[in-house]
Nanobody, 122 residues
Framework: VQLQASGGGLVQAGDSLRLFCAAS????????TGWFRQAPGKEREFVAG????GPTYGGKGRFTISRDKAKNTVYLQVNSLRPEDTATYYC????????????????????WGQGTQVTVSS
């Protein structure tokens, strides 16, 4: 499975962004998918996840994960961006079905995209 993340950029606080994760080699309905982010000097942290069957988890209110079967793409909608949201955002997948408590564990994911940079100015 190869993942391609895109949609990041330089935005102002309060703006919204939609991040994209495209997959080749498998369809997302066969994969558990998560969005993570990593700021400089910090550990990679879980943002949101979507199971193979469709239920979503995480999101922290301002983040919404969704999936388009026809485009084989997973999205992360990020609203009301804050400077502290500045990070590289990664999508990751595994063909395994994960329990909810495992969705946030980076070690559970087998494939990672290259990341897309989001920079939020105040």
């Amino acid at each position: 499975v190869q993942l391609q993340a895109s949609g990041g950029g330089l935005v102002q606080a309060g703006d919204s962004l939609r991040l994209f994760c495209a997959a080749s080699g498998r369809t997302f309905s066969e994969l558990t998918t998560g969005w993570f982010r990593q700021a400089p000097g910090k550990e990679r942290e879980f943002v949101a996840g979507i199971k193979r069957s469709g239920p979503t988890y995480g999101g922290k209110g301002r983040f919404t994960i969704s999936r388009d079967k026809a485009k084989n793409t997973v999205y992360l909608q990020v609203n009301s961006l804050r400077p502290e949201d500045t990070a590289t955002y990664y999508c990751a997948t595994t063909p395994r079905s994960l329990i909810v408590s495992s969705l946030s564990n980076t070690e559970e994911y087998d494939y990672w995209g290259q990341g897309t940079q989001v920079t939020v100015s105040s």
